[in-house]
């Protein structure tokens, strides 16, 4: 089952029963598959640097999966760690999204080096319903938002009030 992450005013009562479902997700910093690092090694735009701190944060997101042997990896649940891999099982058989499952929006910046991820989750998402979530915005990299006084930045975080507004968040 999918849940969101919310923050409750101090002292308010949470109810543990009651799952938080969020109305939208915007999916920027694409890694959305952290326990299969073969991927990006074909693909030249993610270059060696980046593929060697992808690593750096495989082992410290799933210290136990090693070395990815099929084994290892029945120990370790990835359900949080690759949803890239489930969305594209789910559409890859047909499947639907969950009921109350999020309207998403993936920004990326056209020379982040693992922006194959967010291709591959707006093409899942794409097959299952959700069209038109992927925007690449030229000549930014990696976290390119993070620094809203870049004009690029500054349209992203537009676009994500844009979308939040549209999609009654």
Request: net charge neutral; with cysteine; proline share 9%.
């Amino acid at each position: 089952e999918l849940f969101g992450l919310a923050r409750f005013p101090t002292g308010s009562p949470v109810p543990p029963s009651t799952p938080i479902r969020p109305k939208a997700a915007v999916l920027h910093c694409g890694f959305f598959e952290v326990s299969d690092l073969g991927r990006f090694d074909s693909d030249p735009r993610c270059f060696r640097i980046a593929r060697d701190r992808i690593e750096q944060i495989r082992s410290n997101y799933l210290p136990g999966l090693g070395t990815g042997d099929p084994g290892e990896r029945s120990l370790v649940d990835l359900s949080l760690a690759d949803p890239g891999r489930i969305l594209a099982r789910i559409a890859e058989s047909g499947g639907r999204l969950p009921e109350g499952f999020p309207e998403c929006f993936i920004p990326v910046g056209e020379k982040d080096p693992v922006i194959a991820d967010s291709e591959r989750i707006a093409d899942s998402l794409s097959r299952l319903g959700q069209t038109d979530r992927l925007k690449v915005y030229p000549g930014v990299g990696h976290a390119f938002y993070a620094s809203p006084s870049g004009t690029e930045a500054r349209k992203c975080w537009k676009d994500i009030e844009s979308f939040l507004s549209r999609s009654g968040a």
